[in-house]
């Protein structure tokens, strides 16, 4: 138990346009989504943290206008870069939490990651 | 507030060797420590986690973590690497905040993991 997946894997759009990547919790209710942005080379940068129903908390920085986050549902979480650029490019990891993982509340369990590529 | 010092970015050792990757945290709370492995272009894989009980905490793939509260640390282990251990490793501490905020974690700067033949 505790699977998640993201879609789509690899991504490349043209700068302007908006991408969206989905974040699903396959055999548990995820009741925390969180969204990373990783460089190479680096750690993972938490991004925002979402609760199933409720707005996103978006860490300092991180522009919430550019980067929407959705968690409409206890599986699924969306992460739609707007207007995306070149500076955008990057590697983007969700976790989950929730019941009925193997690890209950306490423990993230990730997705695969998405690199986006934005020409 | 918590971090994570992972002391060594890049770890090499020989197969069939001990691997040490050390971990030293801080933390306002009793802590909740993790060891996450990534593969090149993959996502986060759990090894291991310690919340409370027993402080040697074992995981997957045969290593395991001692959590020391005096040391401040939890430095993973494997008596025996493998070629298929290369990786890169991250250590992390929850802030152990619930619902509805979610608990957090801080990650340490990750070590990359070379097993030589």
């Known amino acids: 138990g505790a699977v998640v997946s993201q879609h789509p894997s690899r991504v490349i759009c043209k700068s302007g346009t908006s991408v969206k990547i989905e974040c699903r919790s396959l055999?548990?209710?995820?009741?925390?989504m969180f969204w990373y942005r990783q460089f190479p080379k680096q750690s993972l940068m938490l991004m925002a943290t979402?609760?199933?129903?409720?707005?996103?908390?978006?860490e300092q920085g991180v522009e919430k206008d550019k980067f929407l986050i959705n968690h409409a549902s206890l599986t699924l979480s969306t992460l739609t870069v707007t207007s995306a650029h070149p500076e955008d490019s990057s590697f983007y990891i969700c976790?989950?939490?929730?019941?009925?993982?193997?690890?209950?509340?306490?423990?993230?369990?990730f997705g695969p990651g998405t690199r986006l590529t934005v020409l | 507030a918590q971090s994570v010092t992972q002391l060594g970015s890049h770890v090499s050792v020989s197969e069939g060797a001990l691997v040490l990757l050390r971990c030293n945290y801080s933390?306002?709370?009793?802590?909740?420590l993790f060891w996450y492995v990534q593969y090149p272009n993959q996502g986060l894989q759990l090894l291991l986690k310690?919340?409370?009980?027993?402080?040697l905490v074992k995981g997957i793939n045969g290593f395991e973590a001692e959590f020391k509260k005096s040391e401040t640390s939890f430095h993973l282990t494997k008596p025996s690497a493998h070629m298929s251990d290369a990786a890169e490793y991250f250590c992390?501490?929850?802030?152990?905040?619930?619902?509805?905020?979610?608990?957090?974690?801080?990650f340490g700067e990750g070590t990359q993991l070379t097993v030589n033949p």
């Open positions: 976790s989950a939490s929730g019941v009925g993982g193997q690890g209950g509340t306490d423990t993230q369990y």
């Open positions: 055999d548990f209710q995820a009741t925390t």
């Open positions: 979402s609760n199933e129903g409720s707005k996103a908390t978006y």
């Open positions: 933390s306002s709370v009793p802590p909740y």
């Open positions: 310690y919340t409370t009980g027993a402080t």
């Open positions: 992390a501490v929850s802030d152990r905040q619930h619902h509805p905020s979610g608990s957090r974690l801080t």
